[in-house]
């Protein structure tokens, strides 16, 4: 069973920033695509950033030129950087793999863009 633990979130006034990480535990990590999904209160899930397992990265246009993704293969972990945070920002962040035939999925962190 592969886990996929998320931490960083929380409360930032506009302008700020913030890192989610998200560990996950299995070997073979280094090998797939991870992806961040965000889900505000009352709208559907929506494809934040994907990095691919040869470092290639895409964005949401929403979050183009203020968040990044990466990765660090050693330490099984992806990271999302978020910049430059503004309130349509607030959501639950996910991170999630498709690891052989599953699709896995981190338990999410809120972020929340407020002054």
């Known amino acids: 069973q592969v886990q996929l633990v998320e931490s960083g979130g929380g409360l930032v006034q506009p302008g700020g920033s913030l890192r989610l990480s998200c560990v996950a535990s299995?070997?073979?990590?280094?090998?797939?695509?991870m992806h961040w999904y965000s889900q505000a209160r009352g709208k559907e899930r929506e494809l934040v950033a994907t990095?691919?397992?040869?470092?290639?990265?895409n964005y949401a246009d929403s979050v183009k030129g203020r968040f990044s993704i990466s990765r660090d293969n050693a330490k099984n972990t992806v990271y999302l950087q978020m910049n430059n945070l503004i309130p349509g920002d607030t959501a639950i962040y996910s991170c999630?793999?498709?690891?052989?035939?599953?699709?896995?999925w981190g338990q999410g962190k809120q972020v929340t863009v407020s002054a």
């Open positions: 299995t070997r073979v990590f280094s090998s797939n695509t």
């Open positions: 990095v691919t397992a040869s470092g290639s990265t």
């Open positions: 999630t793999a498709l690891i052989g035939m599953a699709r896995y």
